[in-house]
Each structure stands twice: as structure tokens, then as C-alpha cells.
């Protein structure tokens, strides 16, 4: 028996038979039988499955019905959604930095003017707007370009910086001319052509900066010590130098005058080349570089200046500082001109934004003019940096104004680039900071900007190249470099020099 027919029994329709009467045969061979006689027996042909037909009408009515009914959570979604669109297009263009800008030279831009800085005491960190180099302040090892930073965990590094402490010092010793005065013959510490071991010395704090050997402190002298209880630096300097008629007169008293340094270069890697070393080690490719600085910046080979040359590869501003408070501006190192050349490694190898970078070698020349307030110091421009073979820097014209380089361009391979640096189109924020840095020389009496683009960067019709035959690699000149640019610096000198006659 079906379930149907127990229904009937249950509400008393004992004669279904009757009721099966009433419906004609033709009525159950109707359009109404669907199935055509294949019905399940559970369900009755004449009840047909239900089959709406659904229009456009019907679902813009539930998706309104549905905007009615959850107006609230939708209104609040929406505004998630947005926040967080905002959020990732942020960070996104963070992340990217200004490399991925189409003006990459107005997002290299420093905006607040460090022109008018007067002192050491008016540079601060709190107008820095990001402190690394794709924009943002964690992704990078960029250190405070305001505090001194010695690489102590280096061997080479601290081999190279006592290096360049001897280098200064036997600079000071030659300009007094100590050699020639009985007191420092008889002084065991030193022996004329620099010993070494007086330089290494412990109880030697002329190298830490704590004191000064020519200077007014000679508390550390005892009783005994070789130039006698009644040793008197000022008065006896000169009758020392001068045994003849004009035996303590002025001209005597030092010799700084006539024999004084012209210029001292310190400064990263480019200025060790002038050594010969990087990194404190020999390179033969850098021997010609060091004969032609030797030429050019020493008078007995024949140069029109005497000069020095201090520098550690891979320094960066702050070390810079730390060495000149620690060694390599001894008291008597009185050039008429310093020669600042750092940068490129707070860029490309810290990562530093340009303002920091800024800021940094700011520091270094405000501490020089703090230590030698009569010389003059010269800073030189940060170099070009090689992004591609044909040495392309930035389009220009009527169709390419102020145009970085393009992707496709940046193709120099990445085992040619040294893996420390940021392989990344860093000529707009050199731009940028020469900018800065030569707006700062023309308000400061006494400090003047040297722009070495006039040596390294050739304009053509429509774009501006680095002279790739001047360069060893993508960051350092090579012999012709340093060549056509020591006769630029030579040149600039004298009109630096000449201009105090």
C-alpha cells in the first residue's frame, strides 16, 4: 500500500475509487502528467515540480532585499576594504622607494635646507623625513650620521687606520722639522723617519686624542724625562731650529710657513687608491695611481703642492669622524686646505637616504672647521655611479626632461656590480646631494664645493654618460681618472690658494 492511500484511510476516504471516477481519463492523459506515466509511485503525477522563471527583475530584487537587510555590515566593510586598499598602496610604493617613481629626481630631493648651518651644534636628527634610501626607516644599516663610528671588529680596517696615523704624523714631524733639534735626537721614543714602534707605542696619547706632543700638556713629563725640569716648548723651539744670527726670531720658531702642508684628502676607498692599498693591502692595479698623486702632490717629484692622502675603503661618513677625533688630525696637521671626499658609501652600501647622507658629511666638515678654523676645506662632489655598459646616467631634451634611467637600461650584470653596494640607479640622489652640498659651500666663508662631474660626466645631445674610460669599475676611476681629475684638483687649488695672496 502507498503512502497515499494510507492518508485517505487515515481522513476516511474509504472510496478512493469514487473519487478516481470523477477525474476523466482524458483529464489524466492532460498536459498535467509530466512524467508520461514514469512517476515514482511516492509522488503523484499531478502535482509537477514548481520551475520559476528567474529574470534580471528577480535577482536586482534579492541583492537589494539583501543591501536593505545588512546596510550596516555592508557601509562597514566598504570602509575596511578601502583602509586597507590605502594601506597596501602605501606600502607597496614604500617598499618600491623612490627607484620606482617615474621622477625619481624630485623624490630624491632634500627638502629641508641644511644651507645655514653654522656649527656641529645646529645639525639635528629630528627634520629627517626617512631615514633609508627605498623610504622608509628599518630597511637599511644606515647609522647616525652625527656620531663618530670606528670599525673595531676589523683587523684591516684598524691596520689602515694606524696607517694613516703615521702618515699624518710623519707629515707633522717633517713640517717642525724635529730631526734637526737635539732635544728629539736624544728623545729614545722617536727616531727621525718615523719609527713605528713610537707610533704603536701604549703610553703614546697623541694617537687616541687625549693629548697633544706638542701641545700644553706635558704633565706626563717627570723629572728625569730627557728635556730637562725646565723645558720650555715655546721659547726653546726656536733657538733650537737656528743657531745663527736670527737665532729665535719668528722665522724659525716652526717652519710652518714655508714648509707647511698645502692639502690633505681624506676620505673612503677612492682616496686609498692614492696609497696604493685597499683595504690597507697592496694592489698593483693602484701603483700608477700612487706614482701620479706622488707626482702631482709632492714637491721634491716635482708637484706644485705638498699633500697627503688618508683613506679606508668602505668608510663611510662617520667613519670618517671617528677617525679625525682618533688619530688622523693630530695637533700640528695645519694644511691650508682639507679635501673631503665621502658618501658614496652611506648610499650604495648602508643604504642611506640622501638627507642622512647629507647630514653626515656635513659633520665631517663642521668637526675639520671646528679643529682648523683658518684652513680651507674643499668638498668634493660624490662621483657618478655606473648602472649600465654605455654608462648612461639621465636622458635629457625636449622628450626625456629630467628622466632617470628606465629598467630595461639598468643592465649591467650583477656579478660585474660588488654584491655589498645596492644595484639600483643611484645618480638621482647623487644629484641631489651635490645639490645640497654645493648650496651649503656658497654660504660658508672658507669652504668650497668642487664638482667632479666636469672630469667624469660627458653631456651628449640627448642624455648625460659617465666617461666609462675613466673608470676601473662601476664605483672607483681608474689611472686616466685620477690623472685628468689630480689636474683638476690642481687647478682648483690654485685658485683657492692664490686668491689668500
Given amino acids: 500500500m502507498s503512502k497515499w492511500s494510507a492518508v485517505d484511510q487515515e481522513y476516511g476516504d474509504d472510496d478512493?475509487?469514487?473519487?478516481?471516477?470523477?477525474?476523466?481519463?482524458?483529464?489524466?492523459?492532460?498536459?498535467?502528467?509530466?512524467d508520461d506515466g514514469n512517476d515514482d509511485e511516492d509522488f503523484p503525477s499531478y502535482y509537477p515540480q514548481p520551475k520559476p522563471q528567474r529574470t534580471c527583475l528577480f535577482y536586482g530584487a534579492t541583492v537589494l532585499s539583501f543591501i536593505i537587510i545588512?546596510?550596516?555590515?555592508?557601509c562597514l566593510g566598504a570602509a575596511l576594504a578601502f583602509c586597507v586598499s590605502i594601506a597596501i598602496k602605501d606600502f607597496s610604493s614604500t617598499k618600491g622607494g623612490p627607484r620606482r617613481s617615474k621622477n625619481a629626481f624630485k623624490n630624491a630631493h632634500v627638502f629641508h635646507d641644511y644651507s645655514n648651518i653654522n656649527s656641529k651644534y645646529d645639525l639635528t636628527l629630528g627634520s629627517i623625513d626617512h631615514?633609508?634610501?627605498?623610504g622608509d626607516d628599518n630597511n637599511c644599516q644606515c647609522e647616525d650620521p652625527l656620531v663618530p663610528m670606528g670599525k673595531h671588529s676589523s683587523r684591516k680596517w684598524i691596520a689602515q687606520h694606524k696607517e694613516n696615523m703615521k702618515v699624518a704624523t710623519e707629515a707633522v714631524m717633517k713640517l717642525i722639522d724635529v730631526s734637526n733639534t737635539k732635544e728629539w735626537n736624544d728623545f729614545e721614543g722617536y727616531v727621525p723617519g718615523l719609527d713605528d714602534g713610537w707610533i704603536d707605542g701604549a703610553d703614546d696619547d697623541w694617537i687616541y686624542a687625549?693629548?697633544?706632543?706638542?701641545?700644553?700638556?706635558?704633565?706626563?713629563l717627570g723629572e728625569d724625562d730627557v728635556f730637562g725640569n725646565d723645558f720650555d716648548p715655546d721659547a726653546d723651539y726656536a733657538a733650537s731650529y737656528d743657531t745663527g744670527a736670527n737665532a729665535g726670531d719668528e722665522?724659525?720658531?716652526?717652519?710652518?710657513e714655508s714648509t707647511g702642508l698645502d692639502v690633505v684628502f681624506i676620505g673612503d676607498s677612492i682616496t686609498e687608491q692614492r696609497q696604493g692599498t685597499a683595504h690597507g693591502e697592496h694592489v698593483d692595479d693602484y701603483v700608477s695611481i700612487k706614482e701620479v698623486f706622488d707626482k702631482t702632490f709632492t714637491k721634491d717629484k716635482g708637484g706644485d703642492f705638498d699633500g697627503i692622502a688618508m683613506?679606508?675603503?668602505g668608510d663611510t661618513s662617520p667613519n670618517v669622524l671617528w677617525r679625525l677625533l682618533n688619530g688622523e688630525s693630530p695637533f700640528g696637521l695645519e694644511p691650508k686646505v682639507w679635501w673631503v671626499h665621502v658618501g658614496i658609501n652611506d648610499l650604495s652600501v648602508k643604504g642611506c637616504s640622501e638627507e642622512v647622507t647629507l647630514l653626515g658629511i656635513l659633520r665631517v666638515v663642521e668637526e675639520i672647521q671646528n679643529k682648523c678654523p683658518d684652513a680651507k676645506i674643499v668638498i668634493n662632489s660624490i662621483l657618478p655611479v655606473r648602472r649600465n655598459e654605455e654608462g648612461l646616467l639621465e636622458h635629457i631634451g625636449k622628450n626625456h626632461e629630467?628622466?632617470?634611467?628606465?629598467?630595461?637600461?639598468?643592465?649591467m650584470m650583477d656579478s660585474s656590480l660588488s654584491p655589498k653596494r645596492m644595484h639600483a640607479d643611484l645618480w638621482p640622489s647623487i644629484v641631489s646631494i651635490n645639490e645640497e652640498l654645493s648650496k651649503f659651500a656658497s654660504k660658508h666663508k672658507g669652504i668650497k664645493f668642487f664638482n667632479a662631474d666636469e672630469v667624469f660626466v660627458e653631456e651628449r645631445e640627448d642624455a648625460k654618460?659617465?666617461?666609462?674610460?675613466?673608470?676601473?669599475d662601476a664605483v672607483h676611476p681608474n689611472f686616466s681618472g685620477h690623472k685628468k681629475w689630480n689636474n683638476a684638483i690642481k687647478k682648483r687649488l690654485h685658485e683657492i690658494l692664490n686668491d689668500d695672496l
Fill in 402 to 411: 629630467d628622466q632617470a634611467l628606465r629598467k630595461k637600461e639598468l643592465n
Fill in 70 to 74: 545588512y546596510r550596516t555590515e555592508i
Fill in 465 to 472: 654618460y659617465l666617461k666609462v674610460d675613466l673608470m676601473d
Fill in 16 to 34: 478512493a475509487e469514487a473519487v478516481d471516477d470523477l477525474v476523466s481519463s482524458k483529464a489524466s492523459s492532460s498536459t498535467l502528467d509530466m
Fill in 251 to 256: 722665522t724659525g720658531e716652526r717652519k710652518m
Fill in 311 to 313: 683613506g679606508i675603503a
Fill in 210 to 220: 687625549k693629548g697633544a706632543r706638542f701641545g700644553d700638556d706635558y704633565s706626563y
Fill in 131 to 134: 631615514w633609508c634610501l627605498i
